[in-house]
């Protein structure tokens, strides 16, 4: 049984995976069981139940084949934290020994998004030598606390080389937003550039 991986869906949601697969010659009725730290909130279960923080679904696996089950899950920790689940569980009646057997998965890990979030306006076309100006709009996202930190904006010709860089500081009170003007270096290129933009809050 492996839990293969913890995807985002969108801002606040995540989907968990987990794959569990029949390598036996006999049909493998099992519970596969995920506990819920508290800071997450299951969305949608599909098919599977809720108590007292563990997630459980029965499932039926013929020989040789592999189920996957998944569930919505929101973390609701702090802006840009992240969190490791604990190994999913899942245990079946082994009906050659007449024993119950046990196989743990993998620790996946989610992240809650950024409490900054950044679109980007660059220009179609630069010339040789000039400036190239970035207009930046932030967000912060967080109602309860301030953002601030270093914004980076990097312009890459299509080949992926760097033309220049250029970073300021920003200071955002909670749910505000700014838009702000990033002037880079002289771009020495005229190819057509695109913008790539880090954040570090």
């Known amino acids: 049984m492996h839990p293969l991986c913890v995807a985002a869906s969108n801002n606040l949601n995540h989907v968990l995976t987990i794959l569990v697969e029949n390598p036996f010659t006999q049909t493998l009725a099992a519970d596969i069981v995920q506990d819920l730290p508290p800071e997450i909130q299951v969305v949608e279960a599909n ?58 998965g993998q620790t996946p890990t989610i992240e809650s998004p950024s409490a900054l979030a950044a679109q980007v306006q660059t220009p179609s076309r630069v010339n040789v030598n000039q400036p190239v100006n970035v207009t930046l709009d932030l967000r912060n996202l967080d109602a309860g606390a301030i953002v601030t930190g270093n914004v980076t904006a990097t312009l890459k010709e299509l080949s992926g080389r760097t033309i220049s860089q250029a970073s300021l500081e920003i200071a955002l009170a909670p749910s505000e937003r700014q838009s702000k003007t990033l002037t880079t270096l002289h771009a020495v290129s005229a190819t057509r550039p695109h913008a790539g ?4 809050a």
């Not at 108590?51 to 919505?72: D, G, M």
């Open 47 to 104: 098919g599977g139940t809720v108590s007292n923080r563990r997630l459980t679904w029965p499932r039926t696996v013929q020989p040789e084949q592999t189920t996957t089950i998944t569930a919505t899950i929101r973390y609701n920790g702090a802006p840009g934290s992240s969190l490791t689940l604990p190994k999913a569980q899942m245990s079946a009646f082994d009906a050659v020994n007449l024993s119950t057997v046990s196989f743990q």
């Open 197 to 200: 933009v880090g954040v570090a």
